[in-house]
């Protein structure tokens, strides 16, 4: 019951924030010392004062400016996300579109990151200060220090143009054709449809954005797996298990781990809220159509809706994403419950 | 563990959930490729498929709003016009016209259809989808709606026979006809699917959502599949009523990164790459089996001086103007833009029916400059700031053209601030409105027609953002209308070159270079051309 | 003194190593004009996009330019940005985070909403959003990543500051009467500040990372300033001449790196306890 009372206060909360983050947005985008219309009509046609006004007219931007709140907000109340001033297309359809593109990056990067991350700061933790451990440490932060549009150019440079061992830019190789979708991850979709040399190929070309996008969060994940698991067994029960006689592997696998991962959900919870925000220049280096692209070519156009529900988006993603792991530690550790 | 497990899946599942919501609303062209897939993934279907490979995509692709440069390719390949250029720098032909006839005082344009034309639907063209087609640009008050400011009314004297009542005399109205925004639709269709051509259309009419991802036309091909972002397929077009090439289907694959471009047509996996660059081209430099075409197009990179004092500052002076012409290393620009780039003699560019060529190689003088600038009174030089926006012209950043100008600048004692400002976010507005002090910009043709760039003119478009107002130069701003009206071909290029001559050292703005175009094919084909128009012209390119 | 300073160098080669790298980049800043062997700005079109050689050793750009002059140069952007970045933003979220924990209720609950919006919201586009209204240089490049940077120092410091409040010299000084604003400044913020610190110099690193990455989408300094991100964007169109962007992105990694083995390095010195995120 009291796990019902607190979902409900959390959407509520949700809702609030979602409308706040939109109006906030909606005030930065019209105080962009421009408009759409200079973004989206040719050179020639600024200076037709007719096509201009047809222009506004079409988008309502000849209205004053609370005017247009207001009518977007009413409409954002029916989950209306209005048009793109840029695509002429509904912001709600552009975002289905390029949504699921990322997600299928986005997850697969995190589980990268996850895995790889895990594993490196077991090992840092069980070697501590010996040379494996400078090794990983030094790998993590190598992680989080490189600049990734360098790194997307590095692994593209090396493995797909002097190599050529991996695929480049794209989501699938020009022999096939985008699958039919079901859920808009072409590997899943591949799979779906029985295809799986497709599938296939559109796995390796999730490899180097992915590897790409999942240094940052493999190298904090590593950081704190690490720190995490030696805290953990410094602890008293360890100690005591230890005494018992349980051998070293078992020790970490059965006791430490458990509770050492708990605050490492954080981590893997915030990687992947700021994944599923998309990327824009590793979307941009490895032609990858999803939010990241969509929402830079968005900004620079002014084109308010657009952002607007990018924004709304990705705030959705970030605070669903807050409340499963809340929810999640809960689950997991009684403690929290109790506060 | 057990706990740990339920968290994952319960994640999953609302994270799979979500894109099954997302992915249930789809553009109707993915569902076309269904049938597609098959004959697709059995590799390279076939040596009949020629793959292009396009740097970006499109907005839209519905000929009433078309205003960027890629879409007039694919509505080529689709549509046809009453007019079409075969061949880049001549004079517009025929294509679905037959005959056609100016009035004695040229403002009265008739034109008979040929005979047995048919769309790919199977109906058949008639006059009546003329005046469809065009008064529904007109009407619709979008991008491309300027073009046929000039047609005052149309009638349909029977079936085949179109009347057009011009509003003057207009020299350059068989090249506008050309336009892929006056391609003529199958008006049956697009009235089914919400197409309107009447007064209101710019509010009533629907059918942009059709015509963005189906076409509706005449041409040799059509549309079967458009992916935003991604690719565009054109198959032939099995009622064609001319004589088609041997090509049955194209593949035009969206791919910015010119690194891809310039492997995958070295490896065959494309056979056209469009965006080229030096860099790609140097790779190419043994590479077998691959032809690279570099060619300057009638893109053109200006300087531009505010001719208003309060906005120019000391580039609104004349004398400071010239100077900075004089400065300019206009061979250094030439190599920063890439092999195959030249300078216009002045406003209208090389290629161009009535132009002069290209500007004398060695018309920089420093010293010339400097003696300018001290008559000017700035022997010590100035400062200046020069706004520049984040666009590019062909693939060239203006920030690299500014960054020369800056540098040739300095050595005339001429101090050059650059302030970047993006185009969405002032600087479009400030050029519009004829804020801008000085700034270098780049001017696209609209349509293939030297009459395109009279907007330099004093009191033209352009000229206006200049401050260069028609009282400044009375004689020159004439000329406008003088070569509006010149219907007669020599008669317009003695009023070009007259116009030339008044602007090669005088006037607000400095040409300073056509971009290049660079396009690599695969040698199987022929007719592989650059085009100003069309970009490429894919109905004469064979396969040999 | 000096024997544990030497212990704490000797123990940490990451630590060390960061250290050296710092002070060799800061160095390098400060003394550019010394050692940067020709201008940065000047134009060469005779000499362009040569590949690293004795004259030029990092090769030249497009422009002729020298590569390895316009890093030393460069280093001078990334260096201020991050670190001023880091000192204002962290200077706005301390006192921001400490006001909403230490004042509670709903005070507490409308500030860290407001900062939550900022934060779930993505930091790129938002900081070409605030640059598109203001207008692009070095300035307005900072005052957006300011602005997308403080929220986590708020975050931080409240919850620090949530259970120091509970603390008995803090009680005891409320006891005695003390104004709000003299606990504050007196007992709460000194007690809290070195988790602050410690993600500061952690942050460093991180907001170079960004201040280049959005100079490589053009929206740092006006060209023709030698800013790495945009020495980097410069090279993606001479790809196959690796050297035009590749030695800037080597700087932007070295340098982030160098200050991220700073910070993990004084974190694991300074609070071995302190491993809980917030």
Redesign the interface.
Known sequence: MEQLKFIGKRLIYLA??LF??AT??FI??K??????T???????????P??VA??K??YGLDQPVFVQYLLYMKNLLQFDLGTSI????PV??E???C??AT?ELA?FAIVLAAVFGILFGIISAIRRNSILD?IV??VS??G???????FA??V??FFY?KLQILP???RLS????????????YVIDSLL?G?L??ALDALSHLLLPGIVLAAFTMGLIT??TR??L??VMSMDYIRTARAKGLGRTALILKHAL?NALI?VL??IGLGLG?LL??M??VET?F?W?GV?QF??ES????DFPA?IG??LL??LN???INT?VDI?YG??DPRVRCQ | MKKRLLALAMGVVIVLGCTACGGGQDAPSTEQTEGENASNTAGDSGSSTVVIAMGSGFSTLDPGYIYEKYPPLVINACYENLFKFYDNDSAPEPCLADTYEFSEDGMTLTVTLKDGITFASGNPMTSADVLFSINRCKNLQGNPAFIAETIDSMEALDDKTIVFHLTQADSAILSKLTYSSLAILDSAVVKENGGVDTAHASTSDTAQAYLDTTSAGSGMYVMTSYIPDEEVVLEKNPNYWGEATNVDKYIVKIQPDSNTQMMTLSTGDIDVALNMTDDTMAELADAEGVEIINEATKTVGFVMMNMNETYGGPVSNPKVQQAIRKALDYSGMQIICGEGTLTPYAIIQSGFMGSKGERAADYMNLEEAKALLAEAGYADGFDIDMTVTDLDMEGILLTDLAQKIKDDLAQVGINVNIVAQPWAAGYGDAYRDGTLGFTVMYWGTDYNDPNVQLEFLPGGVVGLRAGWTAEMNPELAAMYQETMAATDNDARIAVLEKIQDAMYEDGPFVMVAQAPAHIGYNTRLSGVAISDPYVLDVTLINIQ | MLRSVKKMFRSNYLFTLGVIICLAWILAAILAPLLAPYDPIVQDLTMRLKAPSAEHLFGTDNFGRDIFSRVIYGGRYSLLAGCLTVVIAGVIGTFYGAIAGYVGGWTDNVMMRLSEMILSFPSLILAMIINAVMGSNLFNTMFALIIVAWPTYARLMRSVVLSVKENEYVTASEALGASKIRILMKEIIPNSISSVLIMATTDIGNQILMFSTLSFLGLGSAPPTPEWGMMVSDGVDYFNKFWVAGFPGLAIFTMAVGANFIGDGLRDLLDPKLRKEF
């Open positions: 609030v924030m706040g983050v906030l947005v930065l985008t105080m962009i010392p421009g408009d759409p200079v973004a989206n009509l040719s050179q020639r046609a600024l200076s037709d007719e096509v047809a222009y007219a079409k840029r695509t002429n297309k709600l359809s975002l289905s579109r949504y699921p997600i997850l400078q440490r030094a932060v190598t989080v220090s490189i600049p990734s549009f360098w150019l590095l593209l440079y143009y480049g830019p794209g020009k022999a096939f054709s985008a699958p039919a979708t079901v859920t808009g991850l449809e295809n040399p497709k950081r704190t720190s995490n030696l805290d458990g605050p954080t981590v700021n925000g998309g824009v220049l280096i032609n159509p990241g929402a830079y900004v620079l156009s002014a952002i990018v924004a990705i705030a970030y605070m669903v499963i999640l689950v997991i």
